[in-house]
């Protein structure tokens, strides 16, 4: 009796291990809204951080805010024995290249690397902006505090960093600030040229822009809602993939969309307070972010955000008129709420780089059948516990049903016909930390 007994505590232990993990609430716990406070403040006192401005000065200028950035990613390198690589990278943008480049520039990124322990070329990538604007995209001379466009987003990658140094993951985490993006996405595009250059393999951007108000132009104050903008499948699929979507679907389940359903469960399980909106659009209406770059190149990339933005307190001249207050300054901003949102993406990088590799070669069957069937090809990862199969019914945004099946390469589920759900499959952790759901995108028929 006492033997059963025993097996029985043991069993439900790991399933209770399986489903979360201290070390993530660790982590949420440990982002500081007050040093984020603290460098939303610097990044705003720089003045105007506008891409064409000055580079000479060192309290003026995004020559000066670079620099303080590199050197805050050194210092926090410092304190965890260098487990951060730290550099500039840079593109030279050439006078004309658009409308709002009226002089050749330099457009300097400032990117760290936490190198991954057994996966050094896989990255998942934290994003924020270190240029600014005010109502004339092309004046580089006047204050452009820019305090949550986007000081939030850069602060939050800082302050990830600070957090996320202090543990080792299997793959590796990117935090960059990235500029030029008030001029047409530049930086974006030059680090993602860098990485297909690089040959890095991505699993996912998330790209933080304006992660700090929290009272919208609406009317409507909410410090729990936040927005997941995802594109629903890659620009780049080809002709035939795009057939193949018309008879197997796949409309709403592209590789960013699956990256923003895994945010969207990493937060349901660990931050219940929060409310995370996903999104079904590359952007807001029109508009750009510093994801886009990465998506056009093929990369899973998505978009975190305030729900309610303020447009009298975001690309405009600081001044008042009619008894508005206008411009992105640091009084605006709400600290807490952005140290929630930098949670919600370090809790998600940790996730991911903790995680096995996802299954490649994901094939489904079952048609005219009772059951839908899987194939996979299995990784030699000897941290992987095993394979998870995910369904949910065609109409709902989230993975609402799933399956543990060990550690196989190919699975049967029982009288789940494959006409009425959609299906992925994720690989798991021994610790129970799992990939990103992939769709699949072969069929077989025998
Ligand atoms: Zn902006």
Not at 81 to 88: A, G, K, M, R, S
Not at 258 to 266: E, S
Not at 363 to 370: A, Y
């Amino acid at each position: 009796m006492k033997i059963v007994f025993t097996t029985a505590l043991l069993l439900f232990t790991t399933t209770f291990v399986a489903q979360t993990d201290q070390k993530i609430y660790d982590i949420i716990n440990a982002v500081s809204a007050e040093r984020i406070g603290t460098d939303v403040k610097k990044l705003a006192g720089f003045g105007t951080r506008h891409t064409l401005s000055d580079t000479v000065s060192n309290a003026r200028g995004i020559g000066a805010a670079r620099r303080w950035i590199k050197g805050e990613f050194e210092r926090i390198s410092k304190n965890c024995n260098n487990c951060l690589e730290v550099f500039f990278q840079k593109d030279l943008v050439k006078k004309g290249a658009n409308q709002r480049i009226v002089k050749d520039v330099w457009v300097y990124n400032v990117v760290a690397i936490q190198r991954g322990t057994k996966y050094p070329n896989r990255f998942i990538v934290m994003s924020g902006d270190i240029d600014s604007r005010i109502t004339d995209p092309n004046n580089f001379t006047d204050d452009a505090p820019g305090a949550n466009d986007n000081a939030t987003g850069m602060a939050g990658a800082i302050e990830a960093a600070r957090v996320l140094s202090k543990y080792k993951f299997e793959s590796s985490i990117i935090y960059v600030g990235l500029s030029g993006e008030e001029q047409g996405l530049f930086g974006g595009q030059g680090l993602a040229r860098y990485a297909a250059e690089k040959k890095w393999e991505i699993i996912g951007v998330m790209n933080n822009d304006m992660i700090g108000n929290i009272k919208g132009v609406d009317g409507v104050i909410d410090n729990r809602t936040f927005r997941i903008f995802s594109e629903p499948v890659p620009p780049t699929e080809t002709e035939e993939q795009r057939r193949a979507r018309r008879f197997y679907g796949g409309e709403v389940d592209g590789i960013s969309r699956q990256l923003a359903r895994y945010i969207h469960k990493t937060v349901k399980t660990y931050m219940p307070e929060m409310n995370p909106m996903m999104v079904y659009r590359l952007d807001r209406f029109g508009r750009g972010g510093h994801h886009r770059p990465f998506n056009d190149a093929g990369f899973a990339g998505i978009r975190i955000m305030e729900a309610h933005e303020n447009y009298t307190q975001q690309h405009q001249d600081i001044r008042e008129e009619n008894g508005i207050k206008y411009g992105d300054v640091v009084e605006h901003v709400n600290f807490e709420y952005t140290a929630k949102l930098t949670a919600v993406n370090a809790i998600n990088l940790a996730s991911m780089a903790w995680a096995p590799p996802a299954p490649t070669e994901v094939g489904i069957g079952g048609i005219v059948e009772p059951s839908a069937k899987f194939r996979w090809k299995k990784s030699n990862d000897p941290n992987i516990k095993g394979y998870k199969i995910y369904w949910r019914d065609t109409t709902s945004p989230t993975w609402d049903y799933s399956r543990f099946v060990g550690n196989v390469d190919n699975f049967v589920l029982d009288g789940i016909v494959i006409d009425n759900f959609f299906f992925g499959v994720s690989a798991v952790s021994k610790d129970g930390f799992e990939s990103p759901v992939v769709f699949p995108t072969k069929i077989f028929r025998n």
